[in-house]
Every structure is written in structure tokens, then in C-alpha cells.
């Protein structure tokens, strides 16, 4: 399970740095994804791709407790056995 947690979080982590940039760039900045992501690597270097990685790592824990948790209790209420 951690591995999964972190390699969706390297995934999600560029794809929202890179929306979020795009997003509230002035019209124009940026030619699309690719030119986004060639300013980024351009002007930070390739770990510029992954900022906020730590913030999104570490909200996992919280939600994947509260995820697994009112699952659980789904399944008990549906008369499911326990995963």
C-alpha cells in the first residue's frame, strides 16, 4: 500500500503543479504542457516538477484512515465480512 501511496503521489504532484501554473498564469505564459513543463525544468530544475510533494504525501495518512474506516463500517452495515 505505500507504494502505491507514493507513486500516486509522484504522479499527482506534477500534474498539479503544472495545472495549477498554467491555471493562474496570464493567458499566453505557457503554450501547454509541454511548454509549462520546460519553464519549470528551465528556471528550477527537474525537482521543480514535484513541488508540494511533501504536503501531498502527508494528507494520505489522515484520508487513507478515514477512507479504509467508512468502508469498513459500509460493509458492516451491508452485512459484509471485514476486508
Do not use: N
Request: net charge positive; aromatic share 12%.
Amino acid at each position: 500500500m505505500w507504494k502505491a501511496h507514493f507513486d500516486e503521489t509522484t504522479t499527482l504532484t506534477l500534474i498539479l503543479t503544472l495545472s495549477s501554473l498554467i491555471m493562474t498564469s496570464p493567458p499566453g505564459t505557457y503554450s501547454g504542457m509541454l511548454g509549462c513543463i520546460s519553464s519549470i525544468v528551465a528556471q528550477q530544475g527537474p525537482l521543480g516538477l514535484f513541488r508540494g510533494f511533501a504536503a501531498q504525501w502527508l494528507r494520505f495518512g489522515p484520508y487513507a484512515v478515514v477512507q479504509f474506516t467508512a468502508w469498513e463500517q459500509l460493509r458492516a452495515l451491508c452485512g459484509m465480512k471485514p476486508i
